[in-house]
């Protein structure tokens, strides 16, 4: 089955830029990678999607190479506000189901 | 336009007893997702469903565990004869028919509380 995988944690800075890295070796050749951002007690809270190259938006920006096996979430300047979960969600296709895995999650702490 | 709903927010519920969990999707969105999320984990697939057609349930476990998302009304997780283990948080998700590039859409979840 595949996965993907992320850190498990990071800390920062506020003020900093972040970089939080997912790899998914068996993405589907037509599925997109989405991020989500998590607070306790709240459920995941899209943040930005892309299929490959690079996307930006208001709040973040997410790199994908040519091949596709990894993704980068970045932060610019990321304040105390943004301490919480990210999840990366990719299309399975290894597993012959159509199914969507989150990875296994990154905390990010940011500090003052 | 209103989002994701789920109810109830809380439940808890004694050894044995029957848990429902109930979520409406977004206007226009016509695919839910159902995921449990267990205190300092990530979130973990359950199943996947069309209105009056479960695509996918390769995560959900065998005995117990239910869901169905009727052509009238939300969907439901229906979780028999609860456990301990069950006590966790259950989110739901709705997607327009892309799964490609359906963006998946967050309820704030319900937590089930087993004693």
């Known amino acids: 089955l595949a996965k993907t995988t992320q850190p498990i944690s990071m800390d920062s800075y506020e003020g900093q830029e972040v970089n939080i890295t997912c790899s998914h070796n068996n993405i589907a050749t037509n599925d997109y990678i989405t991020w989500y951002q998590q607070f306790p007690s709240q459920g995941p809270r899209f943040i930005i999607q892309?299929?490959?190259t690079k996307v930006t938006n208001e709040v973040a920006s997410l790199f994908i190479p040519a091949d596709r096996k990894s993704s980068t979430l970045s932060l610019p300047r990321v304040s105390l506000s943004d301490t919480a979960v990210y999840y990366c969600l990719v299309g399975d296709e290894a597993s012959g189901t159509y199914k969507y895995i989150f990875g296994t999650g990154t905390r990010l702490k940011v500090l003052a | 336009n209103a989002g994701v709903m789920q109810n109830p927010r809380h439940l808890v519920r004694r050894r044995g007893q029957e848990a429902r969990l109930r979520c409406s999707p977004m206007?226009?969105?016509?695919?839910v997702y159902w995921y449990r999320q267990l205190p300092e984990e990530g979130l973990k697939f359950m199943v996947y469903?069309?209105?009056?057609?479960?695509?996918?349930e390769s995560g959900m476990p065998k005995e117990r565990f239910s869901a169905e998302f009727p052509k009238e009304g939300p969907s439901i997780l229906r979780i028999q004869q609860v456990v301990r283990g069950d006590s966790a948080a259950y989110f739901c998700?709705?997607?327009?028919?892309?799964?490609?590039?359906?963006?998946?859409?967050f309820g704030p979840g319900t937590r089930l509380l087993v004693l």
């Open positions: 206007k226009g969105h016509s695919h």
């Open positions: 998700a709705s997607s327009l028919p892309d799964r490609g590039i359906g963006t998946q859409y």
């Open positions: 469903l069309q209105k009056e057609n479960i695509i996918d």
């Open positions: 892309g299929y490959k």
